[in-house]
Every structure is written in C-alpha cells, then in structure tokens.
C-alpha cells in the first residue's frame, strides 16, 4: 500500500464504493491535519501529519486555499478556516485593563479580530484600572465556566490571587504584561525594551549635549511591581554602558503610577525643588513620557529635557513626528498585532498541545527619523478617533 493511502478513511461498509473520488479524500486527510479552526501549520508538519507526499501536500493546500478552507499565513503558513473537530465553541474570557488607555485598546480590537476570524466567542469584561473589579471579574469567568482566561491587569498585589482563583477552577490562564505565578504569560521583554531606549537616549545625549547631561529621573509604575519597572532597570544599565559618566550625577525615581496625570504633577513638583539643565528622562510608558514633557512645557523648559517612553502608542508616534519634541525615542511593542498570536496561543493551550510557559512579543525602538516608516498611516487613524490617552 502507497503511504498515500494510510490516511484515507476505510469504506463505512468496508468496501470502497465505485464513486469514491481519492483525491477528495486526501484532500480532506489533510484538512484532519489541522486540530482545530484557525490553527497554523507548515507544509512540513501537514505532510508528516496527513501522510502525504510533500508534492502532493503542497498542491492539495494551494487547492484548498484556492477553495477557501485554507489561508495562507506569511510565506509557509496555512491557516484552516473551516471547523474539522465539529463541537462546542471555545469560550475564552478576556479581561480589559482599562478602556482609556491607547495600548489596551489597540490589544482588545487585534483580540476581538482575532477571536471573531476563528469562530471563538470571546467574553470581554474591563478591570476600569481597580484591584476591586479584576478580582470581581475573575469570579465572573469562574462562575461563566470559560474554557480560558486572558488577563491584562497591572497590579502585582493581586497577581497570586487571580491566578490562585483561576488555577482551583481548573481555568487555563494567561496573564498579559505583568506575569501571575503559574499563569502562561504574553508579553515583551521588558528589561531588554528598556535597554534599547536606554541607549539611544544616551547616544541622543552624546551628539546633542556632547555627553554633559546635568541629571536623570527615572518615571516608573510601582503598582506593576518590578515587572513593567524593569523597562527603567534596562534604561540605566544601557545608559551607563554607553555613557559611564552618568554614574557620578544625581539620580531621582518618581512613581507615576503609569498616568499621565500623575505623571505631569509628579515631574512638575520635580522641577519646582530643582534647578534643572539637561535632564535626561526616562518613563514607564509612552502616557508618563508625555506626562513629564507636559510639566517641563508648562515651565517652557522643554529645551532642558530629553525623554524616552515606551508602548509606541498613537500619541507618542504623533509627538516624535514633531520637529522640535523633546520625546526623542520611544519603544513600539505593537499591541495591534497581539490578537494573532494571543489567540492562537489560547487555542494551542486548549488542544493540550506542548506549548511554551511564555511567549515574548515583538519590541522596536521608534525614533523621529524612522516612525513614518515603522507606522505610515497614523493620520488617518488618528482622524478615525480610534484611541485616545
């Protein structure tokens, strides 16, 4: 028997029927390939999987994405769009940090996208920002019964009690930004964010205060824990590294609690106590950045500051476009392209596959010199009113 054949389902009455079209059938081998909808594989593991050919495989894919029960995913992906485990719908559970924030938002339309383009229902909850209503929250999926949860909340006070409640229900969890003990976590890298604006703030010193800075201040989110402040803990160690003099100046830390408001007062106290001449500013988030060169705007000392934020959020990608801005550098993590992954992520946790405690997110540092090219179309998202601060 041709290894072609080991995958075509036997005749129900155990004779193969005059009608019976083999190449349907191998076709449809390699549909059972896939475990579930939405689920990407390569030609290498739907030939290994379906028992085909590598030739054969290759055309009956292309077939199928010409038929539209596949889709192409990149330059060797293929994505099923059709249901081959017929049964109930995944139902995942998606609490929202907040709905004020422009990281969120972008994150829950990209999940909402993705969750809808695979046919998972997606139960969406928001945290609004309280320890109260997180773990409310978390009640509410446990009673719901989800089948999993996707979590963004900040607060690592509450981490071991979310994830605590979550693992007694038996519900699969995955914890967003700030890791949750025994949760899947998706997220960045934090500290090594961190050390590429870290860098280019200090190279962004050396060619326009010729290395002389008078000062650095540290604008965190203690709330996160050391988790998201890790980003700060890059930003000193690669400014160090490039720039050892820095040692030797007067340090400040200022908790913002990763808002913009809080931010605006904290750094203007900040000023009001010192007399400042080239600062170098590092934030938490791209909202704290535009916080603090809110406050030294306010004091019309802008000149005096030089400022790295993270997130690469609309409107900081706005800022960088300005030709005078002190916002010199910013780090995109592209929330807008985590559904995806997100959901697949899910999904390989639901079909018990192997999969990775963590999975660690794309970061790139954004500068005024190549954000028009990392982000072309923001004048007309930003004319949609799509995100705001």
Not at 15 to 25: C, E, F, H, R
Not at 136 to 145: C, D
Not at 267 to 282: A, D, E, P, S
Request: hydrophobic share 40%; proline share 4%; with cysteine.
């Amino acid at each position: 028997m041709k290894q072609s054949e080991l995958c075509l389902p036997k005749p129900i009455d155990g004779k193969a029927s005059i009608y019976t079209v083999k190449a349907v059938l191998r076709a449809a081998a390699v549909l059972r390939s896939f475990n579930s909808l939405g689920e990407i594989q390569d030609l290498r593991t739907v030939t290994k999987r379906s028992l085909q050919s590598k030739a054969t495989a290759y055309r009956l894919l292309e077939t199928l994405v010409q038929a539209r029960l596949l889709e192409r995913v990149g330059q060797q992906g293929y994505r099923c769009l059709v249901d081959v485990t017929p049964g109930r719908r995944w139902r995942i559970g998606y609490a929202a940090q907040s709905n004020v924030v422009a990281f969120t938002e972008a994150f829950t339309e990209s999940l909402v996208a993705a969750a809808s383009r695979v046919h998972v229902d997606l139960i969406v909850l928001n945290d609004q920002r309280s320890r109260t209503i997180a773990l409310r929250n978390a009640e509410k999926f446990i009673e719901q019964r989800v089948d999993l949860v996707i979590g963004s909340q900040i607060y690592q006070s509450i981490a071991p009690q979310i994830a605590g409640r979550y693992s007694e229900a038996q519900i699969p969890f995955i914890a967003v930004d700030i890791p949750h003990p025994g949760a899947f976590y998706f997220g960045a890298d934090n500290y090594k964010a961190g050390r590429l604006a870290g860098r280019y703030l200090a190279t962004w010193c050396i060619k326009h205060w010729k290395g002389q800075p008078g000062s650095v201040c540290m604008v965190g989110a203690n709330v996160s824990g050391p988790y998201i402040n890790a980003r700060l803990d890059g930003m000193r160690d690669a400014m160090i590294e490039t720039l050892p003099d820095l040692r030797t100046l007067p340090w400040s830390q200022l908790d913002a609690g990763g808002t913009f408001e809080k931010a605006h007062d904290e750094v203007r106290k900040h000023i009001r106590t010192r007399k400042l001449q080239h600062v170098l500013i590092g934030c938490v988030n791209d909202v704290t950045a535009l916080g603090a060169l809110q406050a030294f705007r306010d004091f019309g000392v802008e000149e005096e500051c030089a400022i790295a934020g993270q997130d690469g959020c609309i409107e900081a990608r706005e800022e960088l476009r300005k030709a005078s801005t002190r916002l010199v550098c910013t780090v995109a993590y592209y929330p807008e392209k985590y559904g995806e992954g997100l959901v697949q992520f899910a999904m390989d946790i639901l079909s018990n596959k192997n999969v990775p405690p963590a999975i660690l997110t794309r970061h790139e540092l954004l500068t005024p010199e190549n954000v028009g090219k990392a982000y072309p179309n923001d004048s007309w998202i930003k004319s949609a009113g799509r995100t705001n601060i």
